[in-house]
């Protein structure tokens, strides 16, 4: 014989998640770092713009970058032409990043060799939304290519965003308007930093450095 | 696909349930989530049969999806509720305000919550 029993869980799918983000969280704080997590479409031009990243970055910070990628180290290889360290994490079809995969690849260095810490998630607009890595910040990507209601039909992953890139503004006029994007950006969230790059001409690169709170010492 | 890693997380969070109260299986699985946590139901159930298949513990378990109405606050005006009724003509979900109109909302992600488990137990 057998009893059957009712028990009250009442707890997130997220909860081991989320405190190992928070632990995540605050012991790079602790430790005067700083974690970027952005997010963004297949193609929106994320790998471009940590590429622009890099290059202003290296000189003076040491910069660590972990790449989420279904297959294939592509991205991180590029990153990595620009005198940055980088790690590719492939999450064999999983659609997001998660605390535990940013934590053990955080086991495996010295977190104290670097300064400034970004992870480019897998390109999606949904998944990543939800799980937390433990960065302060979530930057999230569009491109004006994606097409006018890329944000209209995606709003909920800008609601824990900080900033919103749009990005190849450099295409602005030719087919594609960076305007309405802006705008809805900018409804999603007041506060919201919105800022028009472009990852080929570099146009808002320093702007976005800026949002993200670093200083580059200017050279004498 | 979102749904699957979410079924994952269910499964492993139920495991531990099991183990805890040394069950011989679970018959039901009790989740909750709102709007906009963007899941389909199908594809969670599918996720869930795939992932269960070979688990003793879980033969025949139900998973069953409780839906939770959408809850918002207004960052503009302090108000606390479901969002406005006559739904946003713009945003593909609805967050905006009923009082004032703002989309300056924090949304409650009413996230997936495991709410209860019905456990078979050895007497
Ligand atoms: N014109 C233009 N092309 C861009 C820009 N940013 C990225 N791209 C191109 O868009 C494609 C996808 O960029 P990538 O950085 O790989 O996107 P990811 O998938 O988000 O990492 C590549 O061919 C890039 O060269 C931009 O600002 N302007
Ligand atoms: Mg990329
Ligand atoms: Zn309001």
Known sequence: MSQEKKISVRETVYKKNDDLAEE????????????????????????LLLENLAVKLSTHYRVFVINGDIATTIDADRI?????????????????????LIAKELEKINIDDFDIFFTENVGNLICP????????MNIVVVSITEGEYVVK????????????????????????DSQVLEEDA????????????????????????EALGIEIPRDE | MHEFSLASAIVEQVKEIIEEHKAIRVKKISISAGPYELIIPDLLQDSFKIITDELEKFRES????????ARITCLECDYNGEPDSEGDEE??????????????????????????????LPS
């Open chain 1, 129 to 136: 939304a939800a799980w937390d890595v433990g960065a302060q």
């Open chain 2, 62 to 69: 139900v998973l069953e999806l409780i839906r939770k109405p």
């Open chain 1, 24 to 47: 995540i969280r605050k012991n790079m704080k602790n430790k005067g770092k700083l974690f970027f997590n952005i997010m963004g479409s297949i193609g929106a031009g994320k790998t």
């Open chain 2, 91 to 120: 945003f593909a979900f609805n967050f905006k305000c009923p009082e004032c109109g703002s989309r300056d909302t924090h949304i409650d992600r009413s996230y997936l919550t495991i709410e209860s488990v019905d456990l078979e």
């Open chain 1, 80 to 100: 990595a032409k620009h005198g940055v360290k980088t790690v590719q994490i492939n999450t064999g079809g999983g659609c997001h990043l998660n605390a535990n």
């Open chain 1, 186 to 209: 900018s409804k999603i969230k007041s506060g919201m930093k919105v800022i028009c790059t472009s990852a080929k001409t570099g146009q808002g690169i320093d702007d976005f450095i």
């Open chain 1, 153 to 176: 039909k995606h709003p909920i992953i800008f609601k824990d965003a900080e900033i919103a890139i749009i990005n190849k503004c450099d295409l602005d006029g030719l087919g594609f």
